[in-house]
């Protein structure tokens, strides 16, 4: 018998809330994300007046860090957690 794939053992996950300049559609903004990720394990789940939550994994955390920190970027990282009830109630979602 296979054994059990419980909480602990699956991948930890991070919610980063972004702040976004001059992308005003989702699918733009997801075309954006893709171009700077560095890497494919990313989502993008909420994304409402130039505010969006995306998901990434935590041990990605450090390479997404020094793209989502440029002062004056385009896409700007505002809050972090491992609840996405938490980032959601930091941006007023």
Avoid: C
């Avoid at 989702?26 to 075309?31: G, I, N, T």
């Avoid at 130039?50 to 004056?72: K, M, S």
């Amino acid at each position: 018998m296979a054994k059990r794939l419980t909480k602990a053992l699956r991948e930890k996950r991070r919610w980063v809330g972004i702040t976004v300049n001059g992308v005003v559609e989702r699918k733009d903004l997801e075309h954006l994300i893709s171009q700077l990720a560095p890497t494919e394990d990313w989502k993008l789940y909420d994304f409402k007046d130039n505010i969006a939550i995306i998901r990434i994994l935590l041990r990605d955390q450090p390479l997404w860090r020094p793209i989502l920190d440029v002062e004056g970027g385009q896409i700007r990282s505002v809050t972090t957690s491992g609840k996405i009830r938490l980032v959601r109630d930091r941006l007023g979602l």
